[in-house]
């Protein structure tokens, strides 16, 4: 069955287990998402499932994007997302929401890390910095020396240096569902998960266990 949702990110909380220990969650309003498109191996070369989330007026979309939305009768959705899948076997138009998951499942969630701004190498890297003694003023956060002699003569592409910081993508592999409320569209998962309070994020089963 497939099993994908998009949602947003509310914040964190805690949740007590059977045993009576309190297990720091991540709550994410998800769903309900309907099914937008689905693509066959026939036709389109390979096989996905497209679903939509987050309605809003539609003022807020283009003719373009309203057109491919009204083909199944959906409601305008700001949010579209693929998923491949081996085998859709969902329907354009149906609906989704939390209880595809249950309390126990392993889940990937998907999101976009906070952004940090243009960093230095202490804050980015952990790097340790130079020494804080020997007449030296200005030097405490640098990088430090990064050339290689006269041969290669330049430094290497991918080397750690300051730079941006945050905003990429990140997945939080693995993790368990931990609470699953059908009524609020809730999701409660264990731990942290990427981005910020409000943040959109992807929900998929694990490809690790």
Not at 142 to 155: D, E, F, K
Request: hydrophobic share 35%.
């Amino acid at each position: 069955m497939f099993k994908g949702l998009i949602g947003r990110k509310v914040g964190m909380t805690q949740v007590f287990d059977d045993e009576g220990v309190a297990r720091p969650v991540t709550v994410i309003e998800a769903g309900p998402c309907y099914v937008t498109q689905v693509k066959t191996v026939e036709k389109d070369g390979y096989a996905s499932v497209q679903i939509g989330f987050d309605e809003v007026k539609p003022k807020r979309l283009t003719r373009g994007q309203l057109g491919h939305l009204k083909r199944n009768d959906l409601p305008p959705l700001r949010v579209l997302r693929e998923f491949r899948t081996k085998s859709a076997d969902v329907a354009e138009g149906d609906k989704l929401s939390v209880e595809i998951f249950n309390a126990g499942d392993r889940v990937d969630v998907i999101g976009t890390s906070k952004g940090r701004g243009f960093a230095g190498v202490v804050k980015r890297y952990h790097f340790a910095g130079g020494p804080k003694t020997h007449g030296q003023s200005d030097r405490w956060r640098a990088p430090g020396s990064l050339g290689s002699g006269t041969t290669p003569g330049r430094v290497f592409k991918g080397k750690r240096g300051p730079g941006r910081m945050g905003n990429e993508r990140v997945t939080s592999s693995n993790v368990r569902v931990a609470l699953v409320d059908p009524e609020r569209n809730l999701l409660a998962v264990d731990g942290s998960v990427p981005g910020p309070k409000g943040g959109l994020v992807v929900i998929k089963p694990a490809r690790k266990e």
